[in-house]
């Protein structure tokens, strides 16, 4: 194993490590291929590279970073930033053990079919560079738990190396308390815990209410969700659901 830290200059001088710039380097060969994996331990993120190069490395970087978006553009920048500065450095360590690197390498091994049907990688107008960022996200998104982990864990991270200082309030600006639209998700406190998938009348009025709660948030949330690739609302189910999971209802 190799592990790959990519640090701004100053840092390496001051020996001081930041997030997201420890990472894990392994080599797999994918569809009679070989390609190098580069796994940030601390919060999961996946890159994956023909060689093991600068340039290629903060290409994908730069694609998967921007796929982010539940942290801010900066948030997103400065996770590149701190990736792209002085200082491409390799440290050989044999003892490194990353859990999560097993975890992608195990599925590489043995599920290389299943990674085959979810994109058709013959495709010709697929570029070796999108096929790479490509790859990257597929392996990070292998199954709902793992994908879910990896977000609040780069989310978390990214917050606290990176936060956004939240502004003051207008001095000429009025607020209003929104009254809720929606149950109190506590209604349903008593089903924590509990196996519901076979309880269909529960099952049925979370999701409505979960629908409710998203409702009212995207009629009164004060940004363009135009900006967004993906659907605001299906990202929100999704948070929704997640919020709700020790009751088993993903809505």
């Known amino acids: 194993m190799v592990k790959i830290s990519i640090m701004k200059l100053e840092n390496i001088l001051q020996e001081k490590i930041t997030p997201f710039n420890n990472w894990q380097l392994t080599k797999f060969t994918f569809d009679k291929e070989n390609y190098y994996l580069f796994v940030e331990i601390d919060s999961g993120i996946t890159i994956v590279t023909k060689k093991i190069d600068k340039d290629e490395f903060q290409d994908t970087l730069n694609d998967v970073t921007n796929s982010f978006e539940y942290i801010t553009p900066q948030q997103r920048e400065a996770i590149f930033n701190t990736n792209s500065d002085s200082g491409f450095h390799l440290d050989y360590q044999p003892s490194i053990n990353s859990p999560i690197t097993k975890y992608v390498m195990d599925y590489v091994k043995n599920s290389s079919q299943d990674l085959n049907q979810k994109v058709d990688f013959n495709d010709k107008s697929i570029d070796a560079q999108d096929k790479a960022a490509i790859l990257s996200i597929i392996l990070m998104n292998l199954s709902r738990d793992h994908m879910m982990r990896t977000i609040e864990t780069i989310a978390f991270k990214t917050n606290q190396a990176f936060p956004i200082k939240t502004k003051h309030p207008r001095t000429n600006a009025k607020y209003q308390n929104l009254s809720p639209k929606f ?21 049925a009025e979370i999701k409505k209410n979960n629908e409710k709660i998203i409702d009212q948030y995207l009629k009164n949330a004060q940004m363009d969700f135009n900006e967004f690739t993906a659907n605001p609302r299906e990202q929100l189910k999704d948070f929704v659901a ?8 993903f809505s």
């Open 183 to 203: 149950i109190d998700p506590n209604h349903w406190e008593k089903y924590v815990n509990q196996d519901i998938s076979k309880n269909s009348k529960v099952i």
């Open 242 to 249: 997640n919020c709700n999971n020790k009751l088993n209802t």
